[in-house]
């Protein structure tokens, strides 16, 4: 790759494939830059829950928009997208490459795609709603719109429409820059197992009391009350759940995710998917960097 306008290399992928160690790897390979593509890492003292890449973690590399808001602070996917572009202008002009790591595929597809927002629009990911109930709103604003309830991207990017009061069917797709998007993945059962063995480990780094020092602002902050690792202690805490429910709840809620990323990734993007190697991960690297190479 030429240091100047390559490729944006973009990683996409569930929790716990080894995206930030990837990024990392080829940050250093490529003198690059990199912008998480997560929509809870951008937020301040959220770090055991959302798998926040530690400063050690980070090794030395320059990341953006990470701990740049307040939790109580509202930070919407127009504000991302913005930040990105302008922060892809930067990054360019300082002849650096650049990498966009993370799994909150509709932040990532608003920043690199054409996608048009108005000055105040909010956008949300509706984490907290079923299928089924944003099918239901959406039926309740206009009963002839033809959705299936199972497309939840769809359903998602139509009921932002109707809540920001933008025309219905509008959708542009056109990429905005020359990107080569880098999916991780791995066998279901054992994407399932390492999801579990991810939050157990979560809770043995101090997820608890994480979230305790933070129950303060669960009346004053969405991400608190919408975030996987974060939303499923608010009962906890008025005593309606006990520690062993919240810690299965997030491991469910975990793995559901990662099944609406794989589906939002295959439809919405083209994504070049590569298979793990968990007991020897510097040959996936290579595998990788071969890939690039071309």
Known sequence: MSKKNSDIIVIVGPTGVGKTKLSIELAKLYDAEIINGDSVSIYKNLNIGSAKPTIEEQEGIIHHLIDIKEIYEDYSIYDYQKDVRNIIRDIRSRNKNIIIVGGSGLYLKAAL???EFNDGTTYNNY???????????????DSNIDIHPNNRVRLVRTLNKIDNNEELGKNKSKLLYNIKTI?????????YERINLRVDKMMEEGLLEEVESLKDYYNKSRVLNTAIGYKEFYDYFYNKKDLYTVINEIKQNSRRYAKRQYTF???????????????????????IEEFLKK
Not at 127 to 141: H, R, T
Not at 185 to 191: F, G, K, M, Q, S
Not at 265 to 279: A, E, G, I, P, S
């Open 127 to 141: 984490d907290e709603l079923s299928n089924e109930e944003i099918y239901n709103k959406i039926k309740d604003y």
């Open 265 to 287: 990734f295959n439809h919405q993007m083209d994504v070049n998917w590569f298979n793990v190697n968990f007991n020897n991960f510097d040959e996936t690297i290579k595998i």
């Open 183 to 191: 999916g991780l993945t791995t066998e279901r059962d054992i994407l």
């Open 113 to 115: 795609y054409d996608y």
